[in-house]
């Protein structure tokens, strides 16, 4: 019987790498991804909440926080949805990572990178791009990396078709991949043929255990509606703004006609096409109003 359990989903996903139970799941997982020089050997879990400086300030809270045993910051979420901003938020985040290592008495050089990486389960940058992007702070016309101490990475799981067949030859990092996206599809005993190595014995453990407690099913299970709730508010909203702007397209497209014949009885001179393009529909409404009433007034 399938293990029906999405390790995408926020609940299952915190439970495999962000309690402190689960620390060599994380390892992994980073090893995996950022195939360090030197690989992560450990990591403590940190508070996931990004305490506010100022009562103004902003409160913020990641999937999961760590730092490893050279000091190195770490941020992994998983994103089910696209919401507006994501790119800027992660960009936020990861700054605040890296800002708050140094306190009272130390040193710039004393700061340690700061590296986020998000999972995702729709695509976020359009094809030919990977499905891993890494982003560093980078001059493209010389070619000179400034610094890798602040990384974004960005794994894009539908750009990956991983076949059972080609998991004996994969790297850690493809046998995650295929991991996250279809562990729920396979019962346990299938899933640990497939990926027998330590850690995902490990983690197909974690999602058996959600499978089997009723209490963290339900847990699990409110979390999946949640989130099958928010995917559907955003494709609504997205949806509702598309029909909109499709129906002010053609509003915009019927004043700009107007407002050229109207010049044209007129005899003014015509205002361009692209000008009248860029305007507001408020602006064009305006501008069709003074044309009717200096054609009233002749």
């Known amino acids: 019987m399938p293990l029906d359990i999405r390790p995408t989903v926020d609940f299952a996903f915190k439970m495999l790498f962000g309690v402190p139970e689960h620390s060599d799941l994380l390892i992994s997982i980073l090893n995996a991804v950022l195939q360090p020089t030197t690989p992560i050997a450990e990591v403590e879990i940190l508070n996931p909440f990004n305490p506010k400086k100022t009562p103004t300030d902003k409160l913020s809270v990641v999937d999961v926080k760590a730092r490893d045993e050279v000091g190195n910051r770490y941020i992994i979420e998983m994103q089910t949805s696209i919401p507006v901003g994501l790119k800027q938020r992660l960009i936020y985040y990861t700054a605040g990572l ?12 004393d700061l340690c990178p700061a590296i986020s990486i998000c999972f995702l389960t729709q695509t976020l940058f359009p094809q030919p791009v990977g499905g891993h992007s890494r982003f560093m702070l980078f001059d493209r016309g010389n070619d000179v990396l400034l610094t890798d101490q602040l990384q974004l990475h960005f794994v894009e799981l539908p750009k990956y078709n991983s076949e059972e067949a080609s998991l004996g030859r994969a790297a850690d990092f493809e046998r995650w991949v295929f991991f996250l996206g279809r562990a729920a599809e396979y019962d346990p005993d299938s899933l640990v043929r497939l990926l027998p190595e330590p850690a995902f014995h490990k ?10 407690s009723p209490n963290l099913r339900i847990l699990y299970d409110d979390e999946a509606k949640a989130e099958l709730d928010r995917f559907s508010a955003l494709k609504g909203a997205r949806e509702e703004g598309e029909a909109i702007g499709h129906a002010e397209g053609l509003e915009q497209g019927t004043l700009v006609g107007k407002i050229t014949l109207l010049e044209q009885l007129l005899g003014l001179p015509e205002t361009e096409t692209a000008d009248l393009a860029r305007r507001s529909l408020a602006e064009l409404q305006q501008t069709l109003q003074d044309l009717q009433q200096r054609l009233s007034e002749r």
């Open 98 to 109: 890296y800002f708050d290592q140094l306190s009272e008495g130390q040193g710039y050089g």
């Open 203 to 212: 983690a197909t453990g974690v999602l058996g255990m959600i499978s089997r």
